[in-house]
Nanobody, 128 residues
Framework: QVQLVESGGGLAQSGESLRLSCARS????????IAWFRQAPGKEREGVSC????????YYADSVKGRFTMSRDKDTHTAYLQINSLKPDDTAVYYC?????????????????????WGQGIQVTVSS
């Protein structure tokens, strides 16, 4: 049973930074991807960033590139999202997700439909 739990969200002011964590329990074999998404009320879920345990290179949506940094700790099975220079538009519920794992490496994607297990989401609220 694979489960994801996000933490590290909360209230922040514009220009501040937050670091979100996504802790995984359970085992995933082979190559898999981890991703961050966010969703503001009344808006579509937006892919933010992803990383694979294969090449380990993060990818970012254009809207967050330069301010967001995704990383992972393979020993603790934890993914992180460092958010710098927070903006009010960053206000959303942030979710981490992972896929089921594969026997070959694929570039990660920030399309929701490729992910199988999701965390409960964590609120990030940025005031001006």
């Amino acid at each position: 049973q694979v489960q994801l739990v996000e933490s590290g969200g909360g209230l922040a002011q514009s220009g501040e930074s937050l670091r979100l964590s996504c802790a995984r329990s359970g085992f995933i074999s082979g190559y898999y991807s981890i991703a961050w998404f966010r969703q503001a009320p009344g808006k579509e879920r937006e892919g933010v960033s992803c990383i694979s345990n294969g090449d380990g290179r993060p990818y970012y949506a254009d809207s967050v590139k330069g301010r967001f940094t995704m990383s992972r700790d393979k020993d603790t099975h934890t993914a992180y999202l460092q958010i710098n220079s927070l903006k009010p538009d960053d206000t959303a519920v942030y979710y981490c997700a992972t896929d089921k794992g594969f026997d070959t490496d694929f570039p990660c994607t920030i399309k929701s439909r490729f992910y199988d297990v999701w965390g409960q989401g964590i609120q990030v609220t940025v005031s001006s």
